[in-house]
């Protein structure tokens, strides 16, 4: 077997380990049958894939942030280290 085809394989068992994870736990929320929450997997996928982007941007927003404080806190301090010492 080659490279090429065992990532292949090892992509698509991935994918549908993640589709029977998703199935499993919609079907324990709901109490529908394993086979019957399957139809709800590409929804179930969409949900997490949207909460996934939303983390990523409010943990984006928090670093952003969190940088310019520190920036601002830096030029504080290097401000107060330029002023000469008055005698």
């Not at 698509?12 to 079907?27: E, F, I, M, T």
């Not at 109490?31 to 949900?47: I, N």
């Amino acid at each position: 077997m080659g490279k090429v085809t065992s990532g292949l394989f090892a992509i698509v068992a991935g994918a549908a380990g993640a589709a029977g994870y998703l199935a499993y736990r919609v079907s324990k929320e709901t109490g529908k049958s394993f086979t019957e929450s399957l139809s709800e997997v590409p929804a179930e996928a969409e949900r997490y894939w949207e909460e996934l982007r939303a983390r990523g941007q409010e943990a984006v927003e928090a670093g952003r942030e969190a940088a310019r404080q520190k920036q601002a806190d830096l030029e504080k301090q290097l401000g107060k280290q330029e002023d000469p010492p008055t005698a």
